[in-house]
């Protein structure tokens, strides 16, 4: 799933209900863990890329669909809460 908005700044400082597993912000990567209804070792990737000045796309992934599909709209929807969104997009 990708989501491009135009965001104030990049990051999740609190991504609960996830665990943070990992965080290189030079490398616009975050990895969570403790997906709901996942095994709690399954990782999922949070991927920032700026795309242009103050644009900045996001990308969920993961080895598990069910991870991705459960922990997406819950970054999104935190992210939507927390910058205010210009364009969205899904493929």
Same mark, same amino acid.
């Given at each position: 799933m990708t989501y491009t908005g135009r965001f104030? @700044? !990049?990051g999740l400082k609190d991504p609960q209900p996830f665990r943070l597993f990992m965080s290189d912000p030079r490398r616009g990567l975050i990895v969570l863990m403790g997906v709901p209804n996942s095994v &709690? !070792? =399954? @990782? /999922? *990737? %949070?991927?920032? &890329? @700026? =795309? +242009? $000045? *103050?644009? %900045? $796309? /996001? &990308?969920?992934? +993961?080895l598990s669909s069910q991870a991705v599909h459960v922990a997406a709209p819950l970054i999104f929807e935190n992210l939507?809460?927390?910058?205010? %969104? %210009?364009a969205e997009e899904t493929p």
């Open positions: 104030q @700044e !990049t &709690d !070792t =399954t @990782e /999922v *990737g %949070v991927f920032f &890329d @700026e =795309t +242009s $000045r *103050g644009n %900045v $796309r /996001v &990308d969920i992934a +993961s939507k809460r927390r910058f205010p %969104v %210009v």
